[in-house]
Each structure stands twice: as structure tokens, then as C-alpha cells.
């Protein structure tokens, strides 16, 4: 059957792709329900022996076959797999199982690693949701092997693919591999999921929250992704396909055309200046980002290097990474985000209490003041890395002027050791503040005078000042952050830095969005940092703007009462200005 109407989600990384779809499912695992006998039991303890140490072997060999690869945060997902395979806990749970309630391994392991894997993901929270995640894959890695059902490896590809699953596990986005994988389509997610992340750092066009995808789609399928039209072509006839072709060539020449602005500034046509820069999660995304022509990182999330591990970064192994990522650069400055856990990201290492409310909890800077442990050794990291390169510091989630001196006085102290024991770092290392909550942005003018810079984190900004979660899919329509609210608090920011001769970045998603940065060009942002696919056409956009009209078009928004007529105000503006056109299409 061919689909007339496409299906669409949420877009999150762009491009368009034609391809054969890998549908990826459990459909194959059938779980027996019948017990086994009284004399049977030793038996079923083999069975489920055997196919534990059939998965360890296979584990350790993908883990080997990553780690040749130079695929090192990949890797430690597997590790993380390696023990849980050999978690006591959960052999004794399995092995109960068989032994008191008599179940066959594949139930007994069912059972044992649901119950976990429940506990967590009943938590309602988006990373440790993974965590479940991970432990569902070790289940039918294990199920399979009893079962004698081969375990489909995503290394092994070897023809042009669109993945399509409920979710892609950890496990299964290390594995990808850009020869044959060319685009993803996953039921679940949204624009900062673990998916959507891995999409955009790998350039892979990429299409999440797609509902019922998996009974819609069929493995073998062909599909056309068009992620710049939020469509998903099913068995597209042969018209349809010709459309989808020249769709995809245009795209490819555009990004040819924007690619070749690489090494231009982002200046507008009446010779206005700002910076574009990248977001990276790790080191190998500054790969990414110097391909994209990025003038510098504009956010490094540090708190990955933190995630799914058993204990903490210690000090060195984060001065190795920093430094990396400083010479990665090669000169460019990095702002390196002191670690932003809590909220929707928790870490197995750190004991957090049960919050109702984590976003307004115990997140960034907060840990930072209770646990010393994790501080001092994280900004001792940074300064001696800034050796390698300019690196600058930036504090997430203030929202009181006294933090941020609190702050400061702690890397006073840290230059005062480190100067006493002759090692070296940048004296003049600049110090920033995330605005990412309204206390911050009302404080700006307090706090523009201590600080070196301003980075508005809209991610947050916009769930606080709209008081809007911004992970929860039942309001997603509220979740605007373009609302005249979060605009107003934005210029707000943008002038008290400027009135103190400071400048204000902008890490957050609404930095990427072309929709926005005419606008945000005419408001003042002196600095937008985004991920690093999205840098070509934002480049774009600013090269073919005035800044004159932009800053009139800043005007007229600051007049706007409502979402729409903000809207209205700058799809009027992308009319009219026509120089722009290509750059908007
Ligand atoms: C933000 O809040 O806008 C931001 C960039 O930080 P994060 O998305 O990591 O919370
Ligand atoms: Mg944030």
C-alpha cells in the first residue's frame, strides 16, 4: 500500500534521505510461560548461564571492536552493559526465579530485568529513563541467546538504511556507522532526547516522536525522509519519489552553497558583526564543529563526561578531556559549562534525593555548593587546561548575584593554589553566567558588572519564565520561546551587558532557529552557538540580512503582545526581505 499522506514528528536534525527501512523491534523474542519441571531446574541454571557468558563474549567484542575504533564514549557504553552482565544482583534474581517460582530462563530474566528497569523509568525521568533503556537491551541480548535467536548487531549494515525503532538505545546509536546508516526515525523522543542529540553529532537526518512508525513502517519499506518538510514518504510512488529527489538535490546544493560561506564572517550586507559558534557534548563533536565553520565553542556541556559511569571524573581524567577539546580547537575560544546534572539528568554516582520537583531542585551550581568534592577538582580541571588553549568558564542555573561571587571567590582561591605551586593557567580566564532563569535575567544589570560575559540559555529560560516543562510532551504547544515574555527578559539581558561593555551570547535551542535571527541580530546578541549542522544556514541568514532593518524589525517585536503577532511579525519580515529568500527556503 502506498501512503498518500505522510507521516511527520518533530524534526530534529535536518537533511533529506531515500533508503530502505531496518525496522528495529523484540517481535522476534516469544517468552513460554509454561513452568518447568521439579527435576529440570539445574538445567534452566545452564541454559541461563550459557547465555550469559555468550553475551558477555559478544559484548566484549563490539566493546573491543569500538575501542579499536577510537570510539571511547561508545565504548563505555558497553562497558556499562559488561556490568550489568556480571551484577550479582541480578544473577541471584534470575536464578530465584527459576528456582522458586520454576520459571524458564527467558521469563525468569524477563521478569527480573523488567522489575528493575521499571523502578527506574517509573521515576519519570529522561535519563535515568536511559539507564532502564540500557538495561532492556542487556535483556534481550540475554533472551535471544537462550533462545538461539541471533542478536542483530547495527554494526553489521551493509546496505543504505533508515533506522526506524520505538527508541534507539545507547547501545544501538554507538554502533551506527555513516557508510550505510542514512537517516533515523524513532517513535519516542524530542528535540533534546538521546536520539535527537546523537542524530545531529552525527549529521544524520533524523525525524523523532513519529507516532506508531513502527506499524506504519515495515522493514524493506522505501522511505523518503524529508526532515526540511517534517515528512516521511512510505512506499512513495514513482511521482512522489522524483519530487523527493529534487528535494534532496536542492537541499544538497544548498548546503554546498552555504558550506562555501565556511570561512566568512557572519557579517550582515551593512557590515554588522556577530559570532557563530558550536555546542559539543565531547571532544570528537569539535570535529563537527571546526567542519561547520565555527568560530568557537559557545557551549561545551561538561556533564557528559560525568554520565554513565560507576564513579566521578577525578581531576585529571577532566584536565585530559579539557585540554583536548582546547586544542581540538586549535586557538578558538571554548566556554567551558561547569557540569549542569540534576534537573532531567541524574547521576548512578551521586546519591539524589527523590525531588517532586527536579528542575527546581538540586541542579548545576546548587551540587557545587554542597559537594565541594565535585567542584574544586572540576574547576582546577578547567584552569590548568586553559594552558592549552583560551578556554572560558560559565556557571549554569545562577539566579542570586551572591552565587556568582561565591563562584568567583572559589576560582580566586583555585589561581591562588595553582600560582603557588607553579602550575600554570590563564590568569585572565573569562569568567560567564548562563541566563537560563528569570532571576538572572532580571538581576542582569546587577550581575553584568562582575561578570565577563552572558550566555541565555532559552532551554530553561523558557520553561521557567513560562513555567512550562520543558520536557513534557502534554504541553508542548506552551513551550514557545518565542513568547513575548521570554523575548522581553532576553532584551533585557542583551542591553544591561551592552550598558556595562560586556557581551551576551546565546547556547539555547532558539540561537539554531532561523525563524529567530533576524530577530536576534536586530535585538543585539553579539554571539549565537548552536549545534554545529545547524551553523551553515544561520550563517547564511545573517549574510543576507540589514542590520538596520533587523534592528527595526527588533522594534516592532518589542511592540508585539502575543506569540502570534510575533509570529506574524517575523514571517512578514522574511517576506520582504528578499535578499534572504534563499537562505530561508
Ligand atoms: C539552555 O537551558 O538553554 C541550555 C543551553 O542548557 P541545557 O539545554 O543544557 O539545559
Ligand atoms: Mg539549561
Known amino acids: 500500500m502506498t501512503y498518500i499522506e505522510p507521516l511527520s514528528g518533530i524534526p530534529c536534525s535536518p537533511g533529506v534521505s531515500i533508503a530502505r527501512a531496518l525496522v528495529i523491534g523484540d517481535d522476534d523474542i516469544v517468552i513460554n510461560p509454561t513452568p518447568i519441571e521439579d527435576g529440570a531446574v539445574e538445567e534452566e541454571i545452564a541454559r541461563f548461564h550459557a547465555a550469559r557468558d555468550a553475551a558477555l563474549s559478544q559484548v566484549r567484542a563490539i566493546s573491543d571492536h569500538l575501542a579499536l575504533s577510537g570510539k571511547v564514549e561508545q565504548q563505555a557504553i558497553f562497558e556499562g552493559h559488561l556490568v550489568l552482565l556480571e551484577d550479582e544482583e541480578l544473577e541471584h534474581d534470575v536464578l530465584a526465579l527459576i528456582r522458586q517460582s520454576h520459571y524458564r530462563s527467558e521469563q525468569a530474566i524477563h521478569e527480573a530485568i523488567e522489575s528493575y528497569a521499571k523502578m527506574v523509568s517509573d521515576l519519570d525521568d529522561p535519563y535515568l529513563r536511559e539507564r532502564a533503556t540500557d538495561c532492556r537491551d542487556i535483556g534481550a541480548r540475554l533472551i535471544r541467546n537462550v533462545l538461539g535467536v541471533q542478536t542483530f548487531d547495527l554494526g553489521s549494515i551493509a546496505e543504505d538504511t533508515i533506522l526506524v525503532a520505538r527508541d534507539f538505545t545507547p547501545s544501538q546509536t554507538a554502533q551506527i556507522s555513516l557508510e550505510h546508516v542514512k537517516g533515523l526515525i524513532s517513535e519516542l523522543g524530542g528535540r533534546t532526547s538521546h536520539s535527537a542529540i546523537m542524530a545531529r553529532s552525527l549529521e544524520l537526518p533524523a525525524i523523532v516522536g513519529v507516532k506508531n512508525a513502527t506499524l506504519h513502517i515495515r522493514s524493506g519499506d522505501l522511505i523518503a525522509l524529508d526532515v526540511e518538510h517534517n515528512q516521511i514518504w512510505v512506499r512513495p510512488d514513482a511521482a512522489r519519489l522524483a519530487d523527493i529527489r529534487a528535494v534532496q538535490r536542492q537541499y544538497a546544493l544548498q548546503r554546498e552553497k ?40 559557545g557551549l561545551y556541556r561538561t556533564e557528559f563526561l560525568f554520565m554513565d559511569r560507576p564513579t566521578l571524573p577525578g581531576e585529571e581524567e577532566q584536565y585530559l578531556e579539557y585540554s583536548a577539546i582546547a586544542r581540538a580547537m586549535s586557538g578558538k575560544a571554548v566556554i567551558v559549562r561547569t557540569m549542569d546534572i540534576g534537573g532531567d539528568k541524574e547521576l548512578p554516582c551521586l546519591d539524589f534525593p527523590k525531588e517532586l520537583n527536579p528542575f527546581l531542585g538540586w541542579r548545576a551550581i546548587r551540587i557545587f555548593f554542597d559537594r565541594p568534592d565535585i567542584m574544586l577538582p572540576q574547576l582546577r580541571a578547567i584552569l590548568r587546561a586553559s594552558a592549552h588553549g583560551p578556554l572560558r568558564i ?55 558588572r562582575e561578570v565577563d560575559f552572558f550566555s541565555i540559555g532559552t532551554n530553561d529560560l523558557t520553561q521557567y519564565t513560562l513555567a512550562v516543562d520543558r520536557g513534557n510532551e502534554q504541553i508542548a504547544r506552551m513551550y514557545q520561546p518565542l513568547s513575548p515574555a521570554v523575548l522581553g527578559l532576553i532584551q533585557q539581558v542583551i542591553d544591561a551587558s551592552h550598558a556595562a561593555g560586556k557581551w551576551t551570547g546565546m547556547c539555547g535551542e532558539l540561537a539554531g532557529d532561523e525563524r529567530a535571527t533576524a530577530l536576534l541580530v536586530g535585538m543585539g546578541l553579539d554571539e549565537f552557538s548552536m549545534s554545529a549542522i545547524a551553523l551553515p544556514r544561520i550563517k547564511a541568514i545573517v549574510r543576507s540580512l540589514d542590520y538596520e532593518a533587523a534592528r527595526q524589525l527588533a522594534v516592532q517585536v518589542r511592540e508585539c503582545a502575543t506569540l502570534e503577532e510575533v509570529e506574524d511579525r517575523l514571517q512578514a519580515f522574511a517576506r520582504q526581505n528578499s535578499g534572504a529568500s534563499e537562505a530561508y527556503e
Open 394 to 448: 560559565m556557571f549554569p542555573m545562577v539566579a542570586a548575584v551572591e552565587e556568582f561571587r561565591a563562584l568567583k571567590a572559589q576560582v580566586c582561591a583555585l589561581k591562588d593554589e595553582l600560582r603557588a605551586d607553579g602550575v600554570p593557567f590563564d590568569e585572565a580566564i573569562p569568567l560567564g553566567v548562563m541566563i537560563e532563569t528569570p532571576a538572572a535575567a532580571v538581576l542582569a544589570r546587577f550581575l553584568a
Open 258 to 297: 552555504w558550506q562555501a560561506l565556511r570561512d566568512l564572517p557572519a557579517l550582515t550586507r551593512d557590515g554588522h558583526r556577530v559570532e557563530l559558534c558550536a555546542n559539543i557534548g565531547t571532544v570528537r563533536d569539535a570535529d563537527s564543529a571546526q567542519a561547520n565553520g565555527a568560530e568557537g565553542i
